[in-house]
């Protein structure tokens, strides 16, 4: 059994805690959608056909009944991830920072390498990330986005002090985008970047590490 990958976000999830406490006071979202972040809706629909791509990857695997148990808050999931994407984004381009394609797609080759495979890459990512085969991409270009904001804070994502200043970076980006969630999903929280009382996988596992299994999706 392959053990996961210590990815930049899994390394600085264990730090968000310690980023200095930025409260979000947004209004009540918009009405029809799931969240208003930085000023762009982002659709109910959306989420859902999100997680419905997820869920269908799931029945398919020969873990199918396992994986659904185990993915009871997935709709929140897939909010969860997109907006975390666009607080990665808004801190990447506070700092300067671009993510091409080939960069992506040597993320995603070195990872599938890692694994032994596309089809052992794409296993993995569903069950530990709730990420389908479509979604894959998007969680390659974090993990290429987050080490190249370390490097323009001038920081190191393998130190304690690093972490924290990609941490404080990332509150500042989620502040300033003014998150306002639907109260069907919960409210979001600046400070540990986690929605509601829910916690993205991948900050359970962080202590399970050799080279991140993580991203959101995008």
Same mark, same amino acid.
């Given at each position: 059994?392959?053990?996961?990958?210590?990815t930049?976000?899994?390394?600085?999830?264990?730090?968000?805690?310690?980023?200095?406490?930025?409260?979000?006071c947004?209004?009540?979202?918009?009405?029809? @959608?799931a969240?208003?972040?930085g000023?762009?809706?982002?659709?109910?629909?959306?989420?859902?056909?999100?997680a419905?791509?997820?869920?269908?990857?799931q029945?398919?695997?020969?873990?199918?009944?396992?994986?659904?148990n185990?993915?009871?808050?997935?709709?929140?999931?897939?909010?969860?991830?997109?907006i975390?994407?666009?607080i990665?984004?808004r801190?990447?381009?506070?700092?300067?920072v671009?993510?091409?394609?080939?960069?992506?797609?040597?993320m995603?080759l070195?990872?599938?390498?890692?694994?032994g495979?596309?089809?052992?890459?794409?296993?993995?990512?569903?069950?530990?990330?709730?990420?389908?085969?479509?979604?894959?991409?998007?969680d390659?270009?974090?993990?290429?986005?987050?080490?190249?904001?370390?490097e323009?804070?001038?920081?190191?994502?393998?130190?304690?002090?690093?972490?924290?200043v990609?941490?404080?970076?990332?509150?500042?980006?989620?502040?300033?985008?003014?998150?306002d969630?639907?109260?069907?999903?919960? @409210?979001?929280?600046?400070?540990?970047?986690?929605?509601?009382?829910?916690?993205?996988?991948w900050?359970?596992?962080?202590?399970?590490?050799t080279?991140?299994g993580?991203r959101?999706?995008?």
């Amino acid at each position: 059994m392959h053990r996961r990958r210590r990815t930049a976000l899994s390394v600085l999830a264990a730090t968000l805690v310690a980023a200095p406490l930025l409260s979000a006071c947004g209004n009540q979202a918009h009405p029809g @959608a799931a969240a208003v972040v930085g000023g762009e809706r982002i659709e109910v629909s959306a989420v859902q056909a999100r997680a419905a791509d997820v869920r269908s990857a799931q029945e398919s695997s020969p873990q199918a009944t396992q994986l659904v148990n185990q993915s009871g808050q997935l709709t929140r999931a897939k909010l969860h991830g997109m907006i975390f994407s666009r607080i990665v984004d808004r801190a990447a381009e506070d700092a300067g920072v671009t993510v091409s394609r080939k960069e992506v797609q040597e993320m995603r080759l070195a990872s599938r390498a890692q694994y032994g495979g596309e089809e052992q890459l794409a296993s993995m990512m569903l069950q530990q990330r709730w990420v389908a085969p479509d979604q894959i991409d998007a969680d390659m270009r974090q993990e290429v986005q987050l080490p190249k904001l370390a490097e323009a804070l001038g920081a190191d994502l393998g130190t304690p002090a690093g972490q924290q200043v990609v941490g404080e970076a990332l509150t500042e980006a989620s502040k300033a985008l003014d998150i306002d969630v639907n109260p069907r999903f919960g @409210a979001w929280d600046d400070q540990k970047m986690q929605l509601g009382e829910y916690t993205a996988p991948w900050i359970t596992q962080v202590t399970d590490v050799t080279p991140q299994g993580a991203r959101t999706d995008a």
